[in-house]
């Protein structure tokens, strides 16, 4: 099984980092564009929460890999977009889509007491929103987003179907190879174990420190 | 008529949908079932069992399904278990979702609350008459909006097993537009469509419970 | 237990195996024009590579004085082997070129196709050649798991390189623009050509790669009953048959050069 | 003196639920008035009313001049002037002891920093609690929590303050401290104050006037001491009995 | 008569916490004891070890002849001797009110179901709720279900019912329904009660012994009349004043 990865560690490290890239890219990206979509969901206009609520939907309920290979044959060839772009743009778009539902049901646990508290004080809505009843939200959601990033990582192995030379790919590419299945993908298996690993180590410290603060 | 939606490519596309919801259905058959008996032993904490089941189960659920289709499907021949297409998928899909399906319902077990179990335990019913008449009813009874989120998950994932050759929805799709270029959008479009008719009476239904349990 | 049944399956005689199930149960391509592509109509593969699977598979059952049906399960060109190995199909016939390498790992049959690499492009590309394209300014296509791409690199070493896990992608990604070439066998780019009419096969093949039929190592009975049932076909004329049936009506090729 | 608080015909809803009938009610400035009755009966939602958490459907209200069931009304500026203390206190989880009672009086009367601080500062003397600025709501005690309630609402210098079973959530040895506090400002300063609670002894001691509630109405409006001496319904004489001798 | 709970020398941590020290305590069958102490000091805790619930880590405690303390001793079989009534109720949201008193005494009793059904019935009529058989809790007040609760518990027929707080997480009107039957139980029964409660004037009426607890000690243990009348500790004394008067 050592030699596996002597033979091929180059391979496997350059799949290594295009998941970690991918997976990076896509947290940033989905983490703002399911805020946007979580707000659009709870906003007082009617009109705003069906377009927040439309998209949501759209998204949490159709394939990964349909999404990732529209990008990939139909509107690359208008946009030149290669095989990594593709994948992680569907990454960003889908896991939006559950970030978005995260979020909501974070500011959906926060006490109804904590918007009553600040109301009565004579903050307005807005106030009451920004500096009590949405940082409280975002906390609450801190596990569940875990969740979703850790699916994030997992599902950047999308980009194998669109050769973006994720880790999966080259492991597809090297026990093709080495018609040694059993031992490549028991490596790629842990390296995608150590990726996971670390965000859920970084998640339960965040909701440790965080903890600390905010006893519910 | 001819083009993208010629009556034998429809027929051809319909059957994917026929084994997409096929495969669907057996997994969401095995992984509940063998899921509840995981989440039943994560909430117990039998000693060193609970801790091993636990080990495996946070491994499987921290990998990528389409590792373990993979895996499944060429590996696993090496210890000499033979699967098609088919099995293999539905083998992948039921290990990993069970995974899945043991944490909703180890967390349903956990939000029913101490003061069930001690309810029962102080009129003299023994553990497993607890669990039995008492804890698993109302854990299963929560769990049911979540179990249907993870089994929307499944249906979607099924579209993974393109890569070992399942002939199902998206697979199908792929061979369509195969044969004409021009057939891609439509393509695209239908099968979203598909899966979002599909996945979206699911989560209607979960829905529905969600208000039906508060 | 799991050990000793897969001893047992090692030293079984594969061709005794297919004569008892009565079935041979063959890898095919799902998704290579000519070849192996799946029809929507059947949902079965249909293709070159699938009626000489079948014929083959017909007359090792006039040979053994029995009755043989073929099965056929859809391959990729990144499963096909281990599929093989894995005994999951007894015999390969998805257009893969012999090369020293994989004989080391499967048995092949003497050639069944001359496939040799040449390239693809979209009408009016500048590239006429494989030379033209040894410059860092192109990019060029292969199909993820074949050969091609290595033989390509000695070609154009200058050239950038981009892997689709198949065909149909291949072309996709040639008609968007991603890349300027396609590269593989001239056969697969025939197809390709006759489906896209915006593009065209250019220069000579400059490799020679002939395809193959396979077998698990170790079945020296089925190998040798694939290659004389091969023969036959040959030699009674079914081979020529097939040749004109799939590959008489490309533009640009010359059907008769295939034949034997 | 005149009536800060006036209700005249109201009624409240919630869907179909008619959960105020017909209330007329006039509390005038610095009185303090404890309102009682059994559960259910609609003392929170009248208490709720009147700074606007709740909307009426028939009938005028009057709070400060300003009519609360007018959608001119600005809410945001009738509720800088009536403060309310919850059953379950509703300090901001996310703010430490100081910045719950500074907020407000920074976003909303934009109170300079240093007067704010010390404003906040003075309350928290008020209220006994002085070392506990620093801390999160989390790590204090539910009767410390509450009296920070408290001083969240006084510092913003309202004119109404509106309490709502301030004790019920609290261990019974909490309770008195709270109790003392609210005893303080209602000796202590001109505040008008409206308390729902189950407390007798502190009603008996501290309010000027009883109101009795039952199924969303008022059943009797009395001064104190004629309250607790001779009530006049039945209803009230039964919840009495039931409350204070079990 | 002999002692049917007896604690010697007992000592109870949650990991490094010590929530129990070094209690002694006897009680005899058929007496009521009530358990008061400020929140934290250990009543529950106490209550708790009795069937089982919590384990101790030193000293013995046996009731009705059998060692709690042993991991011989079968505490299915002791708790059906042992009733436990909860803050929260804790009836089985899943059952109907009739289920919820049958399931017990079905499944550990092998009760008969014309039987325990009779018998079901005639201790819904004891708590004055024969109506309510095929409701859920949820559909029940606070007080009723406590006193389903406690039907429940005498269903099993067991020779010591522990009350932990019954009446605290109810509504004040409620209270008083559930004492009442409390008070049934102690006068027209032989059980041996121990109940945790801030109620004094129940406590008062109805205990034969007091037991004052503070930081996991015994304070006090005195007959009712001589700890009302002279409580001897300083604890004791300002915590009675906390409770009674605020
Ligand atoms: N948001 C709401 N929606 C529907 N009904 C409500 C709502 N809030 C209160 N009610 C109902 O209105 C009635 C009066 O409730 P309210 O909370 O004012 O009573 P209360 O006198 O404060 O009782 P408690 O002493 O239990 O606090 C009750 O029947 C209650 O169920
Ligand atoms: N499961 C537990 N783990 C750790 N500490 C506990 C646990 N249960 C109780 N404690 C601690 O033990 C001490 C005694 O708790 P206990 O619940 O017995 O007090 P109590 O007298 O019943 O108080 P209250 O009147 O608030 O119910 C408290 O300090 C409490 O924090
Ligand atoms: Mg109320
Ligand atoms: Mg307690």
Known sequence: ?216 | MSGAFSTSNVQYLLKGLGVTVGVSIISIIISFIAGSVLGIILYEKVPYFTKTVRLIVNTIRNLPLLLIIFFTYFALPKLGVELNAFSATVFAMSVFEATMVAEIIRGGLLSVGIGQTEGALSTGMNKVQTLWYIILPQALKRSIPPLISQFISLVKDTSLATAIVLPELMFRSQVIYGQNPKYMVPMFITIAALYFVVNYSLSLLAKWFDKRLV | GINAQKQQLKGTDKLQTVKETHTMRWGVKCDTRLFGLIDPKTGESQGFDVDIARAVTAQIAKDQGTTIKPEFTPVTTNSKIQLLKNNQVDAVAASMTITPERAKVVDFTKSYFPAGQSILVKKGSPVTSIRDLNNPKYTVIGIMGTTALDTMKKFAPNAKVIAMPDNSQALSALESGQGDAITTDNAILYGLAQQSHDTQVVGKPFTNQPYGLAVNKGQASLRKAVDRALQETIDNGTYNRLIQKWFSNIPGLDWRELTK | MSAIIKFKDVDKYYGDFHALHDINLEIDAGETVVLIGPSGSGKSTLLRTINGLETIQKGSLVVDGADVSSSQTNLNQLRTDVGMVFQHFNLYNNKTILENIMLAPRLVLKRKPEENEKIAQQLLKRVDLSDQAPKYPAQLSGGQQQRIAIARSLAMDPKVLLFDEPTSALDPEMVGSVLSVMRDIAKNSDMTMLVVTHEMEFAQAVADRVIFMADGRIMEDEHTDTFFAHPKSERARKFLSQVEHH
């Open chain 1, 1 to 216: 099984m050592i030699d596996i990865f002597t033979q091929n560690w180059q391979t496997i490290l350059n799949g290594f980092w295009v998941t970690i890239l991918s997976s990076v890219i896509g947290l940033v990206g989905s983490l703002l564009l399911g805020t946007i979509f979580a707000l659009l969901e709870l906003a007082p206009s009617r009109s705003l929460r069906i377009i927040g609520t439309a998209f949501v939907e759209f998204f949490r309920n159709i394939p990964l890999l349909v999404i990732t290979m529209f990008f990939y044959v139909v509107v690359s060839s208008s946009f030149k977009i290669g095989g990594f772009w593709s994948g992680t743009i569907g990454l960003i778009l889908y896991t939006s889509a559950f970030i978005a539902e995260c979020l909501r049901g974070g500011i959906a646990s926060v006490d109804a007491g904590q918007m009553e508290g600040a109301r009565s004080n004579g903050l307005t809505y807005t106030q009451a929103m920004t500096h009590i009843v949405l940082p409280q939200g975002f906390r609450l959601a801190i596990p569940s987003l875990g969740n979703q990033f850790i699916n994030l990582v997992k599902n950047s192995s999308i980009l194998s179907f669109v050769a973006g030379f994720d880790l999966m790919y080259q492991a597809n590419v090297i026990s093709g190879a080495n018609l040694d299945p059993f031992n490549t993908y028991i490596i790629v298996g842990i390296l995608y174990l150590l990726i996971t690993a670390s965000v859920s180590w970084v998640v339960k410290r965040l909701e440790n420190r965080i903890g600390k603060e905010v006893i519910r």
